[in-house]
């Protein structure tokens, strides 16, 4: 495990996609959601919703964690 071993920076980056990841099945049901609110199949939203909330969770994590990695590295700067 990377927090036993002491990187802190690799467990905060498998934090952050463990959320998003987990965060999917509410992503999923929401675009489940959009087949009462538009004239799409049900079939094809439901095979789209299989794999688009793990994609499209995962980048958001891991725009999010690169982010954080460098509002925090550009602070340390500045305090320099």
């Avoid at 927090?3 to 467990?11: A, C, E, P, T």
């Amino acid at each position: 495990s990377s927090i036993i071993k002491g990187d802190l920076l690799q467990h905060k980056k498998w934090t952050y996609l463990s959320y998003g990841l987990t965060f999917s099945a509410i992503t999923q049901r929401t675009f489940l959601l959009t087949v009462f609110i538009t004239d799409f199949d049900f079939m094809d939203i439901y095979r789209w919703s299989a794999w688009l909330p793990w994609m499209l969770n995962a980048v958001v994590a891991i725009v999010l964690f690169e982010r954080s990695v460098l509002k925090k590295h550009n602070n340390q700067i500045i305090q320099h």
